[in-house]
């Protein structure tokens, strides 16, 4: 106990540098996924043929295969198999490479829930606006648009706090995220070595992390509690 | 001269022939029942008068003026589909209200959306704004509602959500209001309120076209019935005529399944 208490100070500043890497990743995927999930949900309602297809191929092999996969792919592909690694050996390479995988994964997660809220709407809806002289980019922006960000923000609150935890996956092309940096405790860095405590201690990051998240998306939920 | 003419408008959707030359006239200030068996192409004909459907041929007319000539107009902008169609107001079977916005804001949301289009809107937008309010209020007021304009859809019964979707079309001052079965998705103790809001309107000569399966309704409140029959105008005439004399076979079979419903 004596010893952890001695450790604390050296294993906490790492854990939070850790941890900042964590949160850069998981911002910068929901900045970049949630506009490009727009972009494959109109893709993938597409009404020219190819386009829908290819996306929806697209969305079912990203969905389909493990996140993992796609980081190992995206990160070691260019250097191994086309001999260019465009990602530089560094933890910014690492990084980006990260960064693009998680994008392109979550953009995919999400332009299913978009699809999924736009067709939520009942064309109703639509022709009340029509009826009524309103042009199609007033019943989007002022009837459909809320309906549909009601429609989804249960759904995309789950997908948010499975990204929180799906950054560890990182780890595996050694991004020095919070699992990394506990885990450098385990092998030996800063004197400190054998001690699993450090590991354990970053399920605190993370519950609390997703415990915020949790709080804020049910205030947004009921939020839009006031229709129906 | 008519307000509201048709002529000869057919309708198909693939190999299905919905519409079938049909063609009527109204005058100012008549109402106008439609009756029929389901499927028989009431609310296609409703849909084309409101352009959310465009006939395969026809036109149609509204104070002599063609809006609607379907060998000319196949393509018509969104824009222009917008202004014609606003000669007419529609309510739908299933109100089709918008959720998030109150019972007055749904009355007033397209007035102010078209009010914005206006030359003096900047400089005159409070104003504008309060006095469209004021319209709403009152069209509210008129259906019996005005206490329960700041209530959501959700909070108000289907008869009542009706009733706004009624002021919301009037909102707009349509030459001509159409209805599609304004009745049908409503538990029956709730039916009453809507055709008393429907007959206060005919009552102060508003230009009415109903598909209705309340008979003895459109007996008593509509000038002109017309029975329509898979895709055809079987019988049109004086309201009391076609409901209580039918002269065509087909009209006297539909109307016999109602007599039970104390005509
Ligand atoms: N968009 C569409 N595509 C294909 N067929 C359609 C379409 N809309 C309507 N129909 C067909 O046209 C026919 C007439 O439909 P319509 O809704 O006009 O009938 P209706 O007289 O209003 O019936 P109801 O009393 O049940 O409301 C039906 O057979 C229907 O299946
Ligand atoms: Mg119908």
Redesign the pocket.
Known sequence: MSQIITQFPIVFEALNVGFLQTLKLFIITLVGAIPLGLVICLGSMSKIKPLKAITKVFVWIIRGTPLMIQLLIVYYFPGLALNNPVWGGGEEGRFLAASVSFIINYACYFSEIYRGGIQSIPVGQDEAGMVLGMTKSQTFFKVKLLQMVKKIVPPMSNEVITLVKDTSLSRIIALQEIIWAGQAFLKGSQGISGAIWPLFFTGIYYLIFSGILTVLFAKLEKKLDFFR | MSILEINHIEKS??Q?H?LRDISFEMEQGQTVAII??????????LRCINFLETPDSGTIRVNGDVILDAAVDKNLTDKEKRDRRLHFGMVFQSFNLFPQYTALENVTLARKLMAREREDYKANKKAINQEIDAIGEELLRQIGLYERKDYYPHQLSGGQQQRVAIARALALEPDILCFD?PTSALDPELTGEVLKVIRSLADKNMTMII?THEMAFARDVADKVIF?DEGVIVEMGDSNEVINNPKQERTKQFLSRYTNEGM
């Open positions: 959707f693939g299905a919905i029929g068996s389901s499927g028989s192409g009431k609310t296609t004909l079965e598909v329509m």
